[in-house]
């Protein structure tokens, strides 16, 4: 069983909001079911299992809760059931992406913390987190991962971690930490995609 607490609660929604955004990129690629299962599972736990692996906590989360198994097949079967009604596949995935990577960010500077790491492993490992989800299911489902486009994807990430860092040093209470910056990760992307916000691009220029 996991302790109720906002940590975890917020730890399964961003599971939650993963699942769902990796079992609808399965679903605008058709992949069939068992696709769409494992789609939706490594989106879910990928950036956790990197973490937990890095900082040497085996066996990694998902294999100790067996909540999260049942949870990402229950939401898949939820997301395949009212796939009709997620108008616009794209938008509902863009969404869906984006609150996990800011509850996924938080929660990773959360346990960098707790493991007396640098801030700035800390803050790193919550961009893992909210990102290497995202970037297994983008390969998976062959393209090319929102993190190494220009879209301001990993800088959100790195800002709200900034800020994870800044309000935790300033004794902020844990769980306004956590709503502030998770909603901070959330905002700087919707506003980047809204407003056309991006990093610059380079390419070599093609000779002739």
């Known amino acids: 069983m996991i302790e109720l607490s906002l940590f975890n609660v917020l730890d399964l929604l961003g599971t939650i909001a993963f699942a769902i955004s990796g079992a609808l990129s399965a679903m605008n690629r058709r992949l069939d079911l068992f696709g769409i299962f494992i789609i939706a599972f490594v ?3 990928g950036g956790g299992t990197v973490r937990d ?3 040497g906590n085996t066996p990694v989360t998902w294999m ?3 909540i999260y198994i049942y949870l990402i097949g229950f939401v898949t079967i939820l997301a395949i059931i009212f796939r009709k009604y997620l108008d616009h596949l794209k938008k509902s995935l863009f969404l869906f992406d984006t609150i ?3 509850i996924f960010t938080i929660t990773g500077v959360e346990i960098g913390i707790q493991n007396n790491l640098n ?3 800390s803050i790193t ?3 893992m987190t909210g990102t290497f989800g995202g970037v297994i299911r983008d390969i998976l489902c062959n393209e090319i991962p929102v993190i190494f486009r220009k879209e301001i994807y990993a800088t959100a990430c ?3 971690g900034l800020a994870f860092i800044i309000f935790y040093e300033l004794g902020m209470a844990q769980d306004i930490i956590y709503l502030i910056t998770s909603l901070t990760v959330i905002l700087i992307r919707l506003m980047a995609v809204k407003f056309h916000i991006s990093l610059p691009a380079f390419h070599l220029s093609q000779e002739k």
């Open 43 to 45: 989106t879910a736990i």
């Open 158 to 160: 790195i800002v709200g």
């Open 100 to 102: 996990g990577l800011g």
């Open 53 to 55: 692996i890095l900082i």
């Open 125 to 127: 490992l919550g961009a």
């Open 119 to 121: 801030p700035i492993i």
């Open 64 to 66: 100790e809760n067996i």
